[in-house]
């Protein structure tokens, strides 16, 4: 089983839906590193994992703040290695009694370390953020199969990220659920054959709102998403379709295709959860239950098909499927993550600190809802007004990691300012 993707100049480009060989598919168990699984995700994976314990093995499990429910998982799942968010975190940890002495790392430095432990087979980077870049980037150095959910990584780096894993033979693996049904539907055929991907959208809580609704909203309301029960970070951008803004950037460098032939629209039920246009004008969907385990279990066990005990979606109960064209005008950070995109030059990294900045600021009472795109807004602004070097493409991890470092501290110090 091969399948090439080529990239939007053409150049053949292998890093996704290829398994690095037949062996690697066909050896069990799946030597598997699971970073960010105190999160939504990492419970999910974990469900997936338990259910399948012949198939998959989990060799390294990394939290941040929670160290409880890290230290609960550490006793179910019993990994060697686990990564945690600091020194305070390593000791609080080593309080609980495990029952049996894994090796214990730390921060950045460890979180990369277990993404390259030799014995994987897989790295699933589910990290919530920006912070997710550094061990995805070890991942595919390493030349790991990697199950992508954190799509930042994607929107920082995604030229490099493609470059590198052409290098390295990595493996990238659409772990977000738009863009494993887009990988489902496209069966291997190449972009040539691709008139478009469209990417469908809840269109999250406020969907109908006007503008002087929208301006009063609450953290409290915005975090309550009609469908996917998902983090916080990722509930709010998907209120402000931030998310999908991100989704459209994470697509373009997945698949090779350029921003004209990637569209949103809005689906509420959730149920079709992305589509692809042929040139024959045939329209290739996946649906199914909202239900992560899907997508995770998909990419974890890929190319196999496994019963993951997801609830069947029964289309005579379900109701009416809708669609409808996004409110670009009530909703600007879907035409920001464009124009990042567009700009290049490593404003897709500002952009992205700008949201994450305005998303802890709104979270904490300091502004208002519709401040979120103002404040990106603006920070684009001075970052093209900077005039700012921007990014190469090639070069080595630790170059490349320190300029998006620098590119995201001052866009945080630029959103920050701005809340004063
Ligand atoms: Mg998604």
Redesign the pocket.
């Known amino acids: 089983m091969q399948y090439l993707w080529p990239a939007v100049d053409g150049a053949e480009l292998s890093y996704i839906s290829r398994p690095p060989s037949q062996d690697w598919a066909e050896r069990t168990p799946r030597v598997i590193c699971l970073l960010g699984s105190t999160g939504s995700i990492g419970a999910s994976a974990l469900k997936v994992v338990e259910a399948h314990p012949k198939l998959f093995q989990i060799h390294a499990l990394a939290g941040a703040r929670n160290v409880a429910l890290l230290a609960e998982q550490a006793m179910r799942f019993r990994p060697p290695w686990i990564g945690v968010l600091d020194g305070a975190a390593a000791d609080a940890l080593r309080g609980y009694k495990l029952g049996y002495a894994p090796r214990i790392v730390a921060g950045p430095d460890g979180y990369a370390q277990l993404a390259g432990l030799p014995e994987l087979s897989t790295v699933l980077s589910a990290q919530s953020g920006a912070a997710g870049l550094r061990a995805t980037l070890e991942a595919a150095r390493a030349g790991k199969v990697v199950c992508l959910a954190n ?1 930042e990584s994607l929107v920082l780096a995604g030229e490099y990220i493609r470059s590198l894993c052409a290098r390295t033979g990595a493996v990238i693996l659409p772990v ?4 494993n049904a887009i990988f489902q539907a496209l069966a291997g055929r190449s972009a040539g054959h691709v008139r478009r991907i469209l990417l469908t959208a809840s269109g999250g809580p406020f969907r109908d709102w006007q503008r002087e609704a929208l301006a009063a909203v609450t953290p409290e309301q915005a975090l309550r998403h009609p469908n996917w029960s998902m983090g916080t970070k990722i509930t709010i951008d998907s209120a402000t379709l931030m ?1 999908k803004g991100l ?1 459209v950037i994470e697509a373009c460098q997945l698949y090779g295709l350029p921003l004209e032939r990637v569209e949103v629209i809005l689906h509420p039920q959730s149920l079709v959860h992305s589509l692809v246009e042929f040139v024959d004008g045939s329209l290739m969907a996946q649906l199914g239950t909202p239900d992560m385990r899907m997508p995770i279990g998909h990419c974890l066990a890929w190319p196999r098909c496994l019963d993951l005990g997801v609830a069947p979606l029964d289309l005579l109960r379900s109701g009416s499927l809708t669609f409808e064209a996004p409110d670009e005008d009530n909703f600007p950070c879907l035409s920001l993550a464009r124009r990042a995109l567009r700009h290049g030059k490593g404003m897709p990294v500002a952009l992205n600190a700008g949201n994450e900045v305005a998303v802890e600021l709104f979270l904490a009472g300091r502004i208002a809802f519709l401040d979120i795109p103002a404040l990106i807004s603006d920070v684009l602004d001075s970052y093209e007004s900077a005039d700012a070097p921007g990014m190469p493409d090639s070069g080595d991890v630790n170059e490349i990691s320190k300029i998006i470092e620098k590119i995201d501290t001052n866009a945080r110090l630029m959103a920050a300012e701005w809340a004063k």
Do not use: R
């Open positions: 799509k977000d659920s738009e863009h998310n989704e």
